[in-house]
């Protein structure tokens, strides 16, 4: 079982950055490929960005964040990170943390394929 807090949300004016966190309780974060979705109101949650298990060493992202956003994760922290910079109106969001068990270096893109979600974090952006 593995559980996930993320924290860092808040309200931003345009253009301005936030860091997401988010801790993961489990034995062995290293053997879990991480992924950041958000989902804004009547809207389905989407990607964000991924990281692959073990030192991360592959990342993917979604198109409309290229460049602004970055992951990273910290395996002694047990933690996933979220840097978004130049944040625009269109990233409001409530923004979610998810685990899967790595294979490799996959970065995995659907919601189906994690197993494991955070409670949210809230990101407003004000323009």
């Known amino acids: 079982q593995v559980q996930l807090v993320e924290s860092g949300g808040g309200l931003v004016q345009a253009g301005g950055s936030l860091r997401l966190s988010c801790a993961a309780a489990?034995?062995?974060?290293?053997?879990?490929?991480m992924g950041w979705f958000r989902q804004a109101p009547g809207k389905e949650r989407e990607f964000v960005a991924a990281?692959?298990?073990?030192?991360?060493?592959?990342?993917n992202y979604a198109d409309s964040v290229k460049g602004r956003f970055s992951i990273s994760r910290d395996n002694a922290k047990n933690t996933v990170y979220l840097q978004m910079n130049n944040l625009k109106p269109e990233d409001a969001a409530v923004y979610y943390c998810?685990?899967?068990?790595?294979?490799?270096?996959?970065?995995?893109?659907?919601?189906?394929?994690?197993?494991?979600w955070g409670q949210g974090t809230q990101v407003t952006v004000s323009s």
């Open positions: 998810a685990a899967t068990r790595a294979f490799w270096s996959r970065i995995y893109y659907s919601t189906n394929e994690y197993n494991y």
């Open positions: 990281i692959s298990g073990s030192v991360g060493d592959s990342t």
């Open positions: 489990v034995g062995t974060f290293s053997r879990y490929a």
